[in-house]
């Protein structure tokens, strides 16, 4: 009877504990959590020309990965409303990256007055400065035919994934 029990108790650990290991453990070792959905397709601008990246080109997952990498918790909830002028500008003056979506997307971001929310269905993030009027702090998007400038924040340094898009488009 005693063995029956200890049994019982090694069974109910390992249906306890199996899934907590996969959740600590497991599930970090896949990296850091996306900040952007996985876009259904990428476009990389420069010099005026724009080249789409699909999903089954092999540098499209590493594009994604860095361009989340690049995000961090010290982004902020100001969205600046701009016009379509200043979006096509940044296309053809700057190296640009933009993630493309087939549906609406949403960012939550953490507040504290609660959660504040904006809606996109295009991404765009400039990754060389030509001038101090853009930064690589800024991300843009689209949204029904309107353009914001936000969530702004402290990106971090995009030097590798600048030279991925750059053998890319080249």
Known sequence: MKQKSVMIFIIAACVLVLPLFYF?????????????????KLAIYKNGNRLTVEKNNPIFDKIVELS??????NISIVQLIIDKQMIDNVKKDILTLEFIYSNEQTFIK????????FKYT??????????????NDYMFSEYNGKYTMGPLGKLSDPNELVNIVNGVIE
């Open 122 to 135: 295009n991404i765009i993030f400039p990754l060389v400065t030509k001038s101090e009027v853009y930064a």
């Open 110 to 117: 953490q507040h504290n007055t609660g959660n504040v929310e």
């Open 68 to 73: 989340n990498k690049r995000l961090n918790s």
């Open 24 to 40: 600590q453990v497991l599930s970090k070792s896949k990296g850091q959590p996306k900040v952007l959905p996985e876009p259904d």
